[in-house]
């Protein structure tokens, strides 16, 4: 309520900024009135594309709604030429694996294998969080062919959507992140998780 307070008489006395806008935007959202949020970041983002906040609280909102489309045409709207494109585009990702394993679709496992496809030529993203989010694709796929049934036509970064190449898959990234990551503790872990998901092979 304080912060409310405060940041309404700034936008009085600058009702032309977006900056306050956006601060009542997020005390908003912080408040639980999502309505008033939402109209608020969709004002400043619509006028500025340069207030990416503003983006990423809406898509804050759509997805807590359940509107996974919604959120990830937000994020879509992020500039490629932005330096938060990266986040954007790695959110994107999150927000479209955001369901129940059986809700997901081919579609969505098909597009954020696209997504993540493109993210890789970003060398700012980081090959640590690029790994995390292969885990992320990677999981959401196994869960979905558990949930329902394998199909061996389509691929997922490179490799048939069926039990055993996700599980390889997997096995692989957690290999690849226990390479980067500087806690032993934290590396063994991953390689515990990497044994443990690995297909039974005959060698």
Known sequence: ATAHSAFDRVFDVLPGELAPLLALALVAEVSGDQATAERRYARVWNTDRSYVNAAFGLARLRQAAGDRAGAVRVLD??????????????AAVRARLAADPAALTREDLRDVSERLSRLRERPEIGSERLDRLTLDVFTAALDWIKAGAPDPTVEVLGRPLTERHIRFGLEATYRALAKLVTDAATRIEL????????????F
């Open 77 to 90: 709207q992020v500039p490629t030429d932005s330096r938060h494109h990266p986040a954007a585009a790695a």
């Open 191 to 202: 390689v515990d998780r990497a044994n443990a998901v690995r297909p039974r092979t005959l």
